[in-house]
């Protein structure tokens, strides 16, 4: 649906450059081009930044399942750790080797 929106705005801007404006046609397409890159690099990012928001839930509910998950060469597990939901990060328990630590799930395999 979004392409189809994108795809619409497009042809609108189109319109508007070729009505309002008394630009040359090449300068017309290099308008168009550069914010059809725009828009492609959005595109890409917003698709970064869900892979990596599904990555992070992957992994704290891994967590949640009692699993041990590989973090910047430790192990992480329910037992040692706490996940702080709010930022994605898990925080080493007291009495344990691991008080304090503070890891980010980002970091996890």
Do not use: P
């Amino acid at each position: 649906m979004t392409y189809i929106f994108g795809i619409l705005i497009i042809g609108l801007f189109y319109l508007a450059l070729h009505y309002l404006t008394e630009l040359t046609l090449s300068q017309k397409w290099w308008v168009i081009t550069i914010v059809l890159s725009i828009l492609g690099v959005a595109i890409m990012f917003n698709a970064y930044s869900e892979n990596q928001s599904n990555k992070t839930r992957d992994i704290a509910m891994q967590f949640k399942q009692g699993k041990t998950l590989q973090c910047d060469g430790l192990e992480v597990n329910s037992t040692n750790y706490t996940l702080s939901v709010g930022t994605y990060t898990f925080i080493g328990k007291d009495n344990t080797s691991n008080a304090g630590q503070m890891i980010s799930a980002s970091s996890c395999e």
